[in-house]
């Protein structure tokens, strides 16, 4: 079974999330459980914690409620990147051009810089190992 790779960059959460729910949808409507998987690289924010490290403890304890709410605003407004992978078999090529089209025919999907990975592009095996190490 070959698979296709479809990668979208979403500029925040917000957008992601919708898209999210949008997939999900399609999943249970069109009975795709194994054929349409999807996973989310989110950019990680290691400078604070670094940061942190080398403050005295006193003002840790300080920062410690306040740097939660800024994480989750910072988290929020960093860019996205969706993958999706579609796996049908040689003999769903009407269904697979169908979902497909519908990836073009939506504006949540069109406005994130959609790329499309097929087996033979020569970014094929570096897309699938990225998507096979995201949790």
């Known amino acids: 079974m070959?698979?296709?790779?479809?990668?979208?960059g979403f500029p925040n959460e917000?957008?992601?999330?919708?898209?999210?729910?949008?997939l999900e949808v399609?999943?249970?409507?069109?009975?795709?459980?194994?054929?349409?998987?999807y996973k989310f690289e989110r950019a990680t924010a290691n400078d604070g914690e670094a940061e942190e490290?080398?403050?005295?403890?006193?003002?840790?304890?300080?920062?410690?409620?306040?740097?939660?709410?800024?994480?989750?605003?910072?988290?929020a407004g960093e860019p996205v990147k969706l993958f999706v992978r579609l796996g049908f078999s040689g003999h769903e090529k009407l269904s697979e051009q169908r979902l497909l089209d519908r990836f073009d025919a939506e504006d949540i999907?069109?406005?994130?810089?959609?790329?499309?990975?097929?087996?033979?592009?020569?970014?094929?095996?570096?897309?699938e190992s990225r998507f096979e190490d995201l949790a």
């Open 14 to 22: 917000e957008k992601a999330q919708e898209a999210r729910h949008k």
């Open 53 to 75: 490290a080398q403050q005295p403890k006193s003002e840790k304890v300080a920062k410690k409620s306040k740097s939660k709410s800024d994480a989750a605003e910072k988290k």
């Open 2 to 8: 070959a698979h296709i790779y479809l990668l979208f």
């Open 109 to 127: 999907f069109q406005s994130a810089s959609p790329e499309t990975v097929k087996p033979n592009d020569s970014s094929f095996s570096e897309t």
């Open 26 to 37: 399609w999943k249970q409507a069109s009975r795709l459980d194994k054929k349409l998987l």
